[in-house]
């Protein structure tokens, strides 16, 4: 099994910044993708930024400039950098991780984690 865990959630005001982390563990062979999705009230779970093995990096449009997404595919982990807030920002705030749990596996298995909300007070 493989787990992701993630921190760095919490309340900030407009302007401000917060820095996410995720850690995968467990069964671990290879991971491809490490992401972060926010879901807000009422809205569905879309794709804030997300980073390939080999760092090709992909933002939503609407935090392009303000958030940072980075990578360390030694210890497993992708920290999101997030700066000049919005209130509009606020969410919970899901890893996601594509993981191959073997060297015999062909597949990648989807993993999420708990989620960590971000409030932006204006």
């Known amino acids: 099994q493989v787990q992701l865990v993630e921190a760095g959630g919490g309340s900030v005001q407009a302007g401000g910044s917060l820095r996410l982390s995720c850690v995968a563990s467990?069964?671990?062979?290879?991971?491809?993708?490490m992401g972060w999705y926010r879901q807000a009230p009422g809205k569905q779970r879309n794709l804030v930024a997300s980073?390939?093995?080999?760092?090709?990096?992909q933002y939503a449009d609407s935090v392009k400039g303000r958030f940072t997404i980075s990578r360390d595919t030694a210890k497993n982990t992708a920290d999101l950098q997030m700066n000049s807030l919005k209130p509009e920002d606020t969410a919970v705030y899901y890893c996601r991780a594509t993981v191959r749990t073997s060297p015999i596996s062909v597949t990648y298995v989807e993993v999420w984690g708990q989620g960590t909300l971000v409030t932006v007070s204006s």
């Open positions: 467990g069964s671990i062979f290879s991971i491809n993708v």
């Open positions: 980073t390939t093995y080999s760092g090709t990096t």
